[in-house]
């Protein structure tokens, strides 16, 4: 009975081992088995959709480097996040090689200057000799002549000696007259080739000068100086490019630094398809700089896109539509330690370089005027620019151009900035030039001309003027450019970099074109409303569902959507508030995936994925 006993425990023992072990195998998959969830909610909901951008100047201009034959160094730089006006320097290049070269090329102007002083003084001796060689010429003439008057009175052998003289004096005469002038032919050929050398000096000599003028770049608008990254100097893998800095060496046409307008900012960012339909143009959006985390801005949804694009090499190959955010730019300056007094330079700055956009380049001479008008070489909006401007204003073609928000081309100019414009063009004109223009028009307003009937007019102009001006034209031509030229020289040599940038200033963080904000756009507001994730959504078989917690298992429970967006979704029908949905599809097979194999047909996909930032 002992030993039966002690056999029916170890058996009951085995027994209740191996169900514990059974149990507990059975409940080990859904212990390892676990999935995100979220709890779904009731309440007002504001319904926001994310995204993520750039922020940048809607009106900004490049420097580049000049070319100098070579590569250039960078001597004085403008502090970076300085305010710059109009006409102060930015950067400063050695030009010590190129100013070497222009004393040369003077000194070859004045060579050429002697050797045309020597010919035409050898020339005016040589010409004052044969006047001479030519008096006694024409006299031995007319005393041969002389002689033979008396030929009657003398015997046939001298008067023939008489005859031969005269002949032999004519000759001489005529051989001299000859020889005269193939000299001052060769001597006015001489001339003129040291012209032409004094001439191409000349070119030489403006050449470098205006090789010397690119060493010096000025601001050509008011703004915050913003320098670029040297992309030219050593850096390893991972390593961050310095900026370019006095005693740099670049090479030409490399971007140096950007002049930024702070009166208006915007942040350019990618928005999906369904975010796309709820949004709108004046919409409000909260912005966060990356810069100042702390910080939020307000601002407006100011342009979107008709069509989506997609972008191969970044991580996201899905097609999204780009939408352009206006920013509150006196909050943002007011939040990065701006003063009053300085939100309001910037703010004046700005207006100058507005007017900028509609306004002509100012000119001294007829011709350019009249080719600004939309002549011969001109356009309908003028333009904006600049030797030392590539790409000119943002989204401009490179080497000019003032573009609009978002855009790139000719900017838009209305009615009364076309009007204004003109005006301002024909008060360049000479009066004479006026009274022309005037008589061509016959009463009409040259804005209101199209485009090939203002350049058939200005054809008109050019030769009326070409006829009348003959060399006191050119003279006063010469005038105007020398004088244009000592003016522009002095406006370069009295430039001054701008004051560096206060201690207590946050501007520098504007200065880097790309600035990362992140954008929360507010599309609705719902009150009482029942809200769930919308990783937590999944369309199966038409059907739209979600995974509701039920005990340890979750369920498929078939909802009917109120509104969503990328990042949240308001449910009519199909769940209570408090109830546990899962953010992952449960019935995945999750071997596969690891696998990288694709999910069963059928299977759930999820209608959204989980935003970088997420709130409802």
């Given amino acids: 009975m002992k030993k039966f006993l002690i056999r029916l425990v170890i058996l009951l023992s085995l027994g209740g081992g191996v169900w514990g072990a059974i149990h507990y195998f059975r409940q080990l998959p859904e212990k390892q088995t676990t999935f995100a969830t979220a709890t779904v909610r009731k309440g007002d909901v504001v319904v926001r959709a994310f995204t993520r951008g750039e922020l940048r100047a809607v009106r900004s201009v490049t420097l580049i480097a000049p070319n100098l034959f070579g590569t250039v160094q960078v001597t004085r730089l403008a502090p970076i996040g300085a305010l710059s006006k109009e006409g102060d320097l930015i950067i400063e290049f050695d030009d010590s090689e190129r100013r070497s070269a222009l004393e040369e090329t003077l000194l070859e102007v004045e060579q050429v200057d002697e050797q045309i002083k020597k010919a035409q003084a050898d020339l005016d001796m040589r010409n004052n000799q044969d006047q001479v060689e030519l008096l006694r010429a024409r006299y031995s003439v007319r005393r041969a002549e002389l002689e033979v008057q008396r030929n009657e009175l003398l015997s046939d052998i001298d008067a023939k000696k008489n005859l031969l003289n005269l002949e032999e004096a004519k000759r001489r005469l005529q051989q001299l007259e000859s020889d005269i002038e193939s000299r001052k032919a060769q001597a006015e050929a001489e001339l003129a080739v040291l012209r032409e050398k004094r001439n191409k000096s000349l070119i030489d000599v403006a050449r470098e000068k205006q090789r010397i003028a690119t060493a010096k770049v000025l601001a050509p608008i008011g703004g915050l100086v913003s320098v670029r990254q040297n992309r030219s100097a050593f850096s390893t893998f991972g390593q961050q490019l310095p900026d370019i800095r006095e005693g740099d060496i670049l090479q030409p046409g490399m971007q140096v630094a950007d002049v930024l307008d702070l009166s208006e900012m915007e942040v350019i960012a990618k928005v999906g398809e ?85 306004a002509a380049p100012p000119s001294f001479s007829m011709m350019a005027p009249m080719a600004a008008m939309g002549g011969p070489g ?41 009007a204004q414009m003109f005006a301002r063009m024909l008060q360049q004109l000479p009066a004479e030039a006026r009274k022309a223009l005037e008589k061509e028009l016959k009463g009409r307003k040259l804005e209101d001309l199209g485009q090939s009937e203002r350049q058939q007019i200005f054809a008109k102009l050019r030769e009326m003027g070409g006829g009348r001006g003959g060399r006191g034209g050119d003279a006063a031509s010469e005038r105007a450019r020398a004088e244009r030229e000592r003016i522009e020289e002095e406006r370069r040599e009295k430039a001054q970099l701008p004051a560096p940038p206060g201690e207590d200033s946050q501007l520098d963080v504007l200065l880097r074109p790309g600035l990362l904000a992140d954008v929360e756009i507010i599309v609705d507001r719902v009150p009482d409303a029942i809200h769930i994730p919308a990783q937590a959504v999944f369309e199966k078989e038409g059907q739209l569902l979600v995974y509701v917690r039920e005990g340890k298992r979750f369920e498929p429970r078939v909802i009917k959507p109120l509104k969503r967006s990328e990042s949240v979704m308001i449910v009519n029908e199909g769940l209570e508030p408090g109830e546990v949905i899962s953010l992952a599809d449960p019935t995945a097979d999750r071997s596969k995936k690891k696998k990288g194999e694709k999910a069963a047909p059928g299977g759930a996909a999820p209608t959204g994925g989980m935003p970088s930032r997420s709130r409802s």
């Avoid at 920013?327 to 207006?351: C, F, K, Y």
Wanted: no cysteine; proline share 6%.
């Fill in 274 to 358: 369904l975010d796309r339909a709820n949004l709108s143009e004046g919409q409000d959006v909260l912005l966060r700089l990356d810069a100042i985390p702390d910080q939020t801005f307000h601002g407006k949804i100011k342009n979107m896109s008709a069509t989506a694009t997609s972008n191969p090499f970044s991580g996201d190959p899905s097609k999204k539509f780009d939408v352009i955010f206006s920013v509150d730019m006196r909050e943002l300056m007011t939040a990065l330690g701006a003063s009053e007094s300085h939100i309001q330079r910037v703010l004046a700055m700005a207006e100058e370089n507005r007017r900028k956009a509609a």
């Fill in 378 to 418: 001109g356009n309908e909006a003028g333009g904006f620019g600049g030797g030392a401007m590539a790409g000119g204003m943002p989204g401009g073609a490179p080497g000019g151009g003032m573009r609009g928000p978002g855009g790139g081309g000719r900017p838009q100019v209305s009615p009364e900035q076309r």
